[in-house]
């Protein structure tokens, strides 16, 4: 019998049997070294424990959080993943509706509840988060690397690491360089050269968007989009929550709130009220100020209100540049009015407004919880989410909604911390505006917060990534002589003109995990500074320095 092959797996078959290869003789060495840990480490059966009673138990503890230092291997597992389940991907396709790979994904979540990534879960209100999917068989492999931190390899460091990688960061396709790596397991610097120099990150600013809003939020917040009701006057609001990842379309894979799901409920409210036509408003008092990034109108992002509807794209792009309707806020209001008036209620064209005290909630939706939009925002480099998250964080801490309060937010919340803020400069949450200055220094040591066992509300940030070779704005790179970084290279770009930076983790050679930051300014060939920051990663990911 013949079995039809998937057009997603026929796409993505090179690539994973490229990465395949070049990861294979460093799973079989990884294997080798920690075989013998295993059996050490493996707990013994107490007497009159039955097996199967055993094996649940063992299952049960098997996952990061539940072991002193598992979690420096949620990321190495979550990479080996890729091929361990190269197989399952024959039939369900390597990506997801949402881009991202399911046995990356799968990987990525673990059982920690105040973790709240809900990858695709409909998010709606009064809609329990899912529950994330049992991954696959890394259990064993993460008890027996969980046992302590005497179980992990040092990191490289000194002479040769810098032999390996000072060469290639002096590329003069690189221009001003301010770079870091830091050995994740004991936050101690392995390499830095202008550590502490700040230069504009471009979209790695969303890394320290990303952690601000994490730490003041939660990763389990949503964000909710209403609609109330003005008795008196008959008026319906359409209040806006700041959920740029609201949804007017009818297909909805990525679990999104729903504008139609809005009008179904506000019309059923207000039948059971015997109301029939109404006066149609919307409320985006929520963002005080200007809705224009200084950069004016561009591709990259819409303008900024807490009302819109699918980025307020005018095609039906996902991500990246689109054309965008003028007036987000005003477009999702219409939409909302054509949507109600399918469902039997009359409204009016709408116009602004601001909900009083006095309005009714008759329904609403909420996004995807808080973990699932740092994910999407990391991995395709979203700057309408990034903007959007940045004033989340200020609204939570009793800022002002506008550049500034979202900017003096998200320093205060990184302040928190005891980052290396120094030179730090925030002008917005994306990383769109040139005024950002961050150092490596600062970006390492947010990247290895994230990995704080002490911190898992900060996960997302690891996990939403982007895997070099496979997702998002790293889906495209790493191939040919870069393939030794496909899958093992989970990074974060920037490009602006004159600009490219790199920042993310790092599974080298023996096994260790590296936080490492590249930030270049003065580059005058993008292609070519993209590929010498390429060729340094994988000169990390090839690396069994000592």
């Known amino acids: 019998m013949v079995v039809p092959e998937l057009r997603p797996w026929r796409a993505a078959r090179p690539h994973v049997a ?19 840990r295993l059996a050490r480490l493996r707990p013994s059966r107490p007497a009159g424990a039955g097996t199967a009673a055993w094996s649940r138990i ?9 072991w002193p230092g598992a979690w420096r ?16 991907v024959t039939t369900a396709g390597p990506w997801d509706s949402t881009g991202q790979r399911t046995a990356e994904q799968d990987r990525a979540v673990t059982l920690e509840a105040t973790r709240g990534t809900d990858h695709g879960g409909r998010g709606n209100a009064g809609t329990p988060p899912r529950g994330p999917r049992t991954a696959p ?5 993460l008890t027996g690397l969980g046992g302590g931190a005497t179980t992990v390899k040092s990191a490289p460091g000194g002479k040769a690491l810098t032999g390996a990688l000072a060469p290639l960061l002096k590329s003069p396709a690189l221009g001003d360089l301010s770079a870091s790596v830091v050995d994740v397991s004991t936050g101690r610097s392995v390499y830095g050269d202008g550590t502490g120099d700040a230069l504009t990150p ?74 029939r036509e109404v006066t149609l408003s919307y409320d985006t008092t929520l ?32 991500a990246g540049p689109a054309d965008r309707v003028a007036d987000p806020a005003a477009d999702a209001a219409r939409k909302f009015g054509v949507l109600l008036k399918e469902n ?8 602004p407004s601001k909900s009083t005290t006095r309005a009714g909630t008759l329904a609403a939706v909420s996004s995807p919880p808080l973990a699932t939009l740092v994910e ?39 302040q928190k911390l005891g980052v290396p803020l120094k030179g730090a400069v925030f002008k917005d949450g994306s990383g769109l505006d040139r005024g950002n200055r961050l150092t490596a220094g600062l970006l390492t040591a947010l990247l290895v917060k994230s990995g704080d066992p002490a911190r898992p509300e900060l996960r997302p940030v690891l996990t939403g990534l982007p895997v070099a070779g496979f997702t998002g704005t790293l889906a495209g790179r790493y191939a040919d002589g870069a393939a030794g970084a496909a899958g093992v290279v989970r990074a974060k770009t920037g490009t602006l003109t004159g600009v490219n930076a790199l920042a993310g983790t790092v599974v080298d050679r023996e096994g260790r995990l590296l936080a490492f930051a590249f930030l270049a300014t003065g580059t005058t060939d993008p292609t070519a500074a993209q590929a010498a920051l390429d060729k340094a990663a994988t000169a990390l990911a090839a690396c069994g320095c000592r």
């Open 58 to 66: 063992t299952r049960s503890v098997a996952w990061p959080g539940t």
């Open 18 to 36: 490229r990465f395949a290869g070049a990861v294979r003789p460093r799973l079989a060495r990884t294997a080798a070294a920690v075989r013998p």
């Open 137 to 141: 068989s890394a259990p064993s492999v």
């Open 202 to 275: 471009a979209s790695t600013t969303k890394i320290a968007t990303a952690v601000a809003v994490l730490t003041a939020l939660g990763p389990d917040h949503r964000l909710t989009t209403r609609a109330t009701f003005e008795p008196d006057t008959k008026e319906v609001i359409l209040v806006g929550g700041g959920d740029p990842t609201l949804t007017a379309r009818e297909k909805n894979p990525t679990g999104s709130a729903s504008l139609r799901d809005l009008a179904g409920r506000t019309a059923a409210a207000l039948a059971e009220r015997g109301v």
């Open 376 to 414: 999407r925002m990391l991995t395709h480099s979203d700057n309408d989410l990034a903007e959007a998250l940045a004033r989340q964080t200020a609204i939570a801490t009793g800022g002002r909604a506008d550049f500034a309060g979202a900017s003096a937010a998200v320093r205060a919340q990184l």
């Open 344 to 351: 039997g209620i009359k409204a009016t064209p709408p116009g």
């Open 287 to 318: 963002y005080p100020g200007g809705q224009r990034h200084p950069i004016g109108v561009n591709p990259n992002l819409a303008a900024l209100t807490p009302l819109m509807a699918d980025e307020a794209r005018r095609d039906n792009s996902a």
């Open 73 to 88: 291997f949620t990321v190495v597992a979550a990479t080996a993943g890729t091929v361990l389940a190269a197989g399952a």
